[in-house]
């Protein structure tokens, strides 16, 4: 069993949909965690960053850690053409810890 | 002014064969990563360096040999090169320590290894 599981996809939404992306892990010392996103050839960017249980909200993206059901979710409101693109979620145990493990990605078209 | 540049973009190579790929970030970051990104996007950490000290060796098979001459630059050599080596290959760096979002990682463009 990996570390962290994410469905890869691809995941296809028509635009203005409300996009749901769920990661679900084994390790019970992570404590942060995190949302990137890559573009086709492109390196992965930080999207959202969350330390231990709760909810996060940055514009149209809300993040969601359930650290009792080792659960995270990321959703995309009113989701654009723009936003199609990989996601990867990541945790590690600590804030500036050495190794962040990174889910399988989940593969996003939004469909103009 | 790209902050993690890492060259080659495309290196395309025979089995058998030795490779390098060199990695340089102008953030002032203390620690920097190389990361393998497989057909399925899977990515997976394969080395650290802290202020030029492997903190990370993700049981990596020893063909692969990172150096790190000083904070800004990690390099990879790949000797005798096989077609399981064939992926994307991305560097990383952060700041560890300090700060609400420390630890993100900074990632470079990957450069795509294909291994004929």
């Known amino acids: 069993q990996k570390e962290v599981e994410q469905d890869p996809g691809p995941l296809s939404v028509p635009e203005g949909a409300i996009v749901s992306l769920n990661c679900t892990y084994s390790?019970?010392?992570?404590?942060?965690f995190m949302w990137y996103r890559q573009y086709s050839r492109k390196g992965p960017e930080l999207l959202m960053y969350?330390?231990?249980?709760g909810n996060k909200e940055d514009g149209r993206f809300t993040a969601q850690v359930d650290k009792s059901s080792k659960y995270i979710s990321l959703f995309i409101r009113d989701s654009q053409p723009s936003d199609s693109a990989t996601y990867l979620c990541a945790m590690s145990e600590e804030t500036g810890g050495f190794k962040t493990i990174f889910g399988a990605g989940t593969r996003l078209f939004v469909k103009a | 002014d790209t902050a993690v540049s890492q060259t080659p973009k495309y290196l395309v190579t025979q089995m058998g064969n030795d490779k390098s790929i060199k990695c340089e970030q102008n953030l002032g970051h203390d620690t920097m990563y190389w990361y393998k990104q497989d057909s399925k996007k899977f990515l997976k950490i394969m080395f650290s360096y802290n202020n030029k000290e492997l903190i990370i060796n993700e049981t990596v098979p020893n063909r692969f040999s990172p150096k790190s001459p000083d904070k800004a630059h990690l390099n990879l050599h790949i000797n005798s090169l096989e077609l399981g080596d064939s992926a994307v290959y991305f560097c990383?760096?952060?700041?560890?320590?300090?700060?609400?979002?420390?630890?993100?990682?900074?990632f470079g463009e990957g450069s795509r290894l294909t291994v004929l």
């Open positions: 390790n019970s010392a992570f404590q942060y």
């Open positions: 969350t330390y231990s249980s």
């Open positions: 990383a760096s952060s700041q560890v320590g300090g700060g609400p979002n420390t630890g993100e990682l900074f």
